[in-house]
């Protein structure tokens, strides 16, 4: 499996060009329960992070029937209503699997807010700012990018606001 690990994807190429520094990291793809949020801690786990670092890329369609990006540490839930205010709608729905793709160019599981079809409206969750570094998504799974997190939300036009439930 070491080949995967020469290859570089979309979203490598993109922050190469943007001259964003990132390390490429990678991981035994369908280890875990993918599509939950264990997986996304599992995964934090197997490469030494702090699951708190590590951020997962969900995709919401508002109201308004606009597209909306959000990254949320990966052992957290994005809270709807919290994300609607940070973006201005009423509501917002988590995308159907079945539409990831026809969006954002991305499988399930391998979406990363770098290198969309089109860019949307991204908002990272506040805590980003909290780490020198964080990980997202490569843009393929078994694998991510480890990078400083202000070039970044300046490459996406990002903002941050708080998108996470409270637990209790």
């Known amino acids: 499996m070491a080949k995967h ?14 001259k964003i520094p990132y390390t490429a990291r990678f991981y035994e793809e369908g280890e875990g329960p993918e599509g939950t949020r264990e997986y996304g801690v599992h995964v934090a786990q197997a490469l030494g992070q702090d699951p ?4 997962k ?15 949320v ?7 709807l209503k919290k994300a609607a205010r940070a973006v201005g709608e009423k509501s917002i729905q988590l995308l159907h ?17 770098v290198g969309m079809k089109k860019a949307y409206p991204t908002v990272f969750h506040e805590t980003v700012t909290d780490y020198d570094t964080v990980y997202i998504s490569a843009g393929k799974i ?10 970044v939300l300046e490459l996406l036009g990002a903002e ?7 637990e209790g």
């Open 5 to 18: 690990k020469e290859e570089k994807t979309n979203v490598m190429r993109i922050l190469d060009q943007k």
């Open 52 to 55: 708190a670092r590590g951020f």
């Open 57 to 71: 890329t969900l995709v919401a369609r508002g109201a308004s029937k606009g597209i909306y990006v959000f990254e």
């Open 73 to 79: 540490p990966v052992a957290e839930t994005l809270d």
């Open 97 to 113: 699997v079945s539409e990831i793709n026809a969006v954002t160019g991305y499988i399930r599981g391998g979406c990363s807010p």
């Open 142 to 151: 078994g694998a991510q990018v480890e990078l400083a997190p202000g070039p």
């Open 160 to 166: 941050t606001a708080d998108l996470i439930v409270k």
